[in-house]
């Protein structure tokens, strides 16, 4: 009940409320009306607001970060509009917002019911939006956030677009950054093997080739502070004194510039792998 802190009128009355009492707490900017019929609080997430107030409701990878998975930045706000509305609505000028339209298929009646797409929804909303390097790393974090069992997301993958069903042997759950995901991902398109979550000389890494590169994804959180930052750096100065070549790769070009990433990879294998 309130799921996302968003409350449907019968929900409200369920809990006793009547109708003076929910006035009485819009008054007291307690809650606020979001649509007919549903109402919502200071912490309902504005996105779901802003959805439901298009017509449609959060879908796609903007539900899916609500539901508790890793989701890429800058991705826009995710709208699932039913087939039969007009999409004339627009609210989306009111905040300047970057909105990606979805169309719900006719078979599904579910949406109405909810203020934010269920995750089976959701993912299947990803399977046909995300590019598979993205979607990779979105589908990891399901599984690494044990949001969602594999055999049930291997069952959504197949009934998504025949373009992602090879993710399905692909899918880790141990990845613990959806920029690692896509890492190992793009690398092994590229045809390279890699082991993550490696112990070496002590420390954990997050992507191994062989036994001598190390591959590290430098996400923007987790190496904002500098007590992290120098820590990290005393790490690469152990692994290297322990024999491996350290490649490690800020998250603006892991997100928007790969190709580079992949040919600094092949090109120090080229010239650095031992000699068998």
């Avoid at 509305?85 to 917002?97: L, N, Q």
Wanted: proline content about 4%.
């Amino acid at each position: 009940m309130g799921r996302f802190f968003m409350f449907t009128t019968a929900e409200l009355r369920a809990r006793g409320e009547t109708v003076d009492s929910v006035r009485d707490s819009i008054a007291a900017s307690e809650r606020f009306r979001i649509i007919k019929g549903w109402y919502g609080t200071d912490r309902t997430p504005q996105d779901a607001v802003l959805a439901m107030r298009m017509g449609g409701r959060l879908g796609c990878v903007s539900a899916l970060r609500l539901h508790g998975a890793w989701v890429p930045p800058e991705h826009g706000v995710h709208v699932v509009f039913p087939t039969s509305a007009s999409g004339r609505r627009s609210a989306d000028r009111e905040r300047g917002a970057s909105i990606v339209r979805h169309w719900s298929a006719k078979r599904d009646r579910t949406g109405s019911a909810f203020g934010v797409m269920p995750l089976d929804v959701a993912v299947m909303d990803a399977l046909s939006c995300l590019p598979p390097h993205r979607l990779i790393a979105v589908l990891d974090s399901l599984l690494h956030q044990r949001l969602i069992s594999r055999n049930r997301l291997e069952a959504l993958i197949l009934r998504g677009p025949r373009r992602v069903h090879h993710l399905i042997k692909h899918l880790e759950p141990r990845s613990e950054s959806g920029i690692e995901s896509i890492v190992r991902y793009l690398l092994a398109i590229a045809g390279i093997r890699t082991k993550i979550q490696v112990r070496v000389v002590g420390d954990r890494v997050d992507i191994e080739v062989g036994d001598w590169l190390v591959i590290e994804a430098d996400g923007r959180e987790t190496h904002a502070k500098e007590a992290a930052f120098t820590s990290d750096r005393v790490r690469i100065v152990r692994l290297m004194r322990g024999g491996r070549i350290v490649l490690q790769f800020p998250f603006a070009s892991i997100m928007y510039d790969f190709d580079t990433v992949v040919e600094v990879v092949i090109d120090v294998m080229a010239r650095h792998a031992p000699v068998a």
